[in-house]
Nanobody
Framework: VQLQASGGGLVQAGGSLRLSCAGSGSILSLLAWYRQAPGKQRELVASLASDGSIEYADSVKGRFTISGDVPKKTVSLQMDGLKVEDTAVYYC??????????WGQGTLVTVSS
């Protein structure tokens, strides 16, 4: 599976960005966005399963919205009300029904104060 992410950039606090990811290859059961800030561990931001179930990290609930089509291997992350602490490299993640993970290249999101 290949995952291609796009949409990162520089935005002021309070602004919005939209990340997109498109994949190809094997059938997936879940698509998600992770992020990794400098000096911190990679963390789950939001996930979308093939049954339509969605999960968000507590830190982004109410501000970020994940959408997409898992069978078509497309997923987006609408990020509103961005905060400085949202600054990180964001990674698109896909998982097969056998839990094999795949990662796209990271896209940098920088939120300035």
């Amino acid at each position: 599976v290949q995952l291609q992410a796009s949409g990162g950039g520089l935005v002021q606090a309070g602004g919005s960005l939209r990340l997109s990811c498109a994949g190809s290859g094997s059938i997936l059961s879940l698509l998600a966005w992770y992020r990794q800030a400098p000096g911190k561990q990679r963390e789950l931001v939001a996930s979308l399963a093939s049954d339509g179930s969605i999960e968000y990290a507590d830190s982004v609930k109410g501000r970020f919205t994940i959408s997409g089509d898992v069978p078509k291997k497309t997923v987006s992350l609408q990020m509103d009300g961005l905060k400085v602490e949202d600054t990180a490299v964001y990674y698109c993640h896909g998982r097969t029904i056998l839990y094999k993970p795949y990662w796209g290249q990271g896209t940098l999101v920088t939120v300035s104060s």
